[in-house]
């Protein structure tokens, strides 16, 4: 079963590329994020006629996920737990059921960028790196297989940024961040492009200034991870690079993982 992970950027404005990458990827499932728009506006009937189930939790404008499987999805859950007053739309998670293997949870997650930091929107991250970690304590108790894929916004080590002094003291590569990243690894879940790649450059993301993507100074912000028991079914994960240098591109590049 291969899934993937694509911060999209606006599902309606990428639409032709987006649907490209689908044709020649072929993602059993895909959770993406920033799709930028309200359910009603979500283009399911694209990916309806190429064999895809479609959740979707939208927002108008801004963040907004969706999950799309070929396997029929059980268990729907919009929105992570732990505060019910949030109403950014920035989690999405289902059981998918194939036929041909045992069933595997999927979540699919946009964690909030939380600059400027320190301040309100670095405290808001920060909360819900905290609820992420309860919540994956919760499905861990549960024993069975997941991954938790998506848009972390996080640079977990030196190694995931062309220059890690550049980046320090940004929301996304300060101490705080770091630790509620491994606080969350720490629990038992396995990175799967570290466990295909110990001590590659994969990046992710390459920002739309600068010449970013021309110079190769990218970052590797969009993660899996997967609990003890999908790990005990990996097989492989990657990069979808070339993503990247096509016309009028996402910012991020699409990450995935396979299980048996």
Known sequence: MKIATFNVNSINARLPRILE???????????????????EKFPALEFEDRGYN?????QKTYNGVALLSKHPLDDVMRGLPGDTVDEQARYIEALVMPKEAEPVRVGGLYLPNGNPAPGPKYDYKLGWMARLKKHAENLLANEEAFVLGGDYNAIPQAEDTHDPDAWWGDALYRPETLAAF????????????????????????WDYQRGSWEKDHGIRIDHFLMSPQAAD??????????????????DHVPVWVELM
């Open 21 to 39: 990458w689908f044709d020649d990827a072929k993602p059993d499932v895909a959770v993406l994020q920033e799709i930028k728009c309200i359910d």
């Open 233 to 250: 079914r990996f097989k492989n994960a990657g990069v979808d690079r070339k993503e990247r240098g096509k016309e009028k591109p996402s």
């Open 54 to 58: 479609v959740e979707v939790h939208g």
């Open 182 to 205: 491994r606080e969350i690894l720490n629990l038992g879940l396995t990175d799967a492009l570290r466990q295909a790649d110990p001590t590659g450059v994969r990046y992710t993301f």
